[in-house]
């Protein structure tokens, strides 16, 4: 999974609680990525950062937030108020932003269940 | 409504057999186009990328072609092995005032059978 880690695989929680994704990469790459991917649907981006201690908000944003306080980490929490969090979340990191040969790695995935 | 439709949704293919799957866009201005297989439970992994440039990219028994005029892309298959059931995304970059924005199709379900 191009040297993405994400933990865990498998994530439960109830309801009401906030829950932290980790994502880290060792590819020394500048911007990192959170993605939710439900079934039938594409990827939809949540939140992008380009740059340490820099992210912006991606189409889903809401209910979920994000830090970059290094390089290497890009930890994702969904707090209690994004609606429907059930999800498979994916993380990805590329050179610098989505242009021209930038390829994205993704990580392996967390699936979160809340009930 | 989405910018990039991928057909078919799902499709079944022997072992052995070749197969073609489709991708559509009205994503402008283009940038580059991807293909990613997506097994199972796992992240993405990036078959191919193509710039306006570029007709055609190999790797291995996939081969991608892309028409800009017409804004299509397909991913061909060639031999398929039990390995290749996956999900296959086509993504599209655009360029956007902000940088690039990937747009996603919601995927192709491949089942390759013995």
């Known amino acids: 999974d191009g040297g993405i880690t994400q933990s865990p695989k498998y994530l439960f929680r109830k309801e009401g609680q906030n829950v932290t994704l980790s994502c880290e990469q060792n590819?020394?790459?500048?911007?990192m990525y959170w993605y939710r991917q439900d079934p039938g649907q594409g990827l939809r981006l949540i939140y992008y950062?380009?740059?340490?201690?820099?992210?912006q908000k991606g189409d889903i944003a809401e209910g979920y937030s994000v830090s970059r306080e290094k390089k290497e980490s890009f930890p994702l929490t969904v707090t209690s108020a994004q609606k429907n969090p059930t999800a498979f979340y994916l993380c990805?990191?590329?050179?610098?932003?989505?242009?021209?040969?930038?390829?994205?790695?993704f990580g392996p995935g967390t699936r979160l269940t809340v009930t | 409504k989405n910018q990039v439709e991928q057909s078919p949704q799902s499709l079944i293919i022997l072992e052995g057999k070749n197969c073609t799957l489709q991708?559509?866009?009205?994503?402008?201005?283009?940038?580059?186009l991807r293909w990613y297989k997506q097994d199972t439970g796992r992240g993405p992994v990036s078959l191919t990328i193509?710039?306006?440039?570029?007709n055609t990219k190999s790797n291995g028994r996939y081969t991608a072609t892309l028409d800009a005029d017409t804004k299509q892309s397909s991913l061909h298959i060639t031999a398929s092995q039990l390995s290749d059931s996956a999900s296959y995304i086509c993504?599209?970059?655009?360029?956007?005032?902000?940088?690039?924005?990937?747009?996603f199709g919601k995927g192709t379900s491949l089942l390759v059978t013995p």
């Open positions: 990805a990191s590329s050179i610098a932003g989505t242009g021209l040969r930038s390829e994205q790695y």
């Open positions: 590819l020394n790459h500048d911007a």
């Open positions: 950062s380009q740059i340490v201690n820099d992210f």
């Open positions: 991708c559509n866009y009205t994503v402008s201005p283009f940038s580059n």
């Open positions: 193509m710039t306006f440039s570029e």
């Open positions: 993504v599209v970059s655009a360029r956007s005032n902000s940088g690039y924005a990937l747009n």
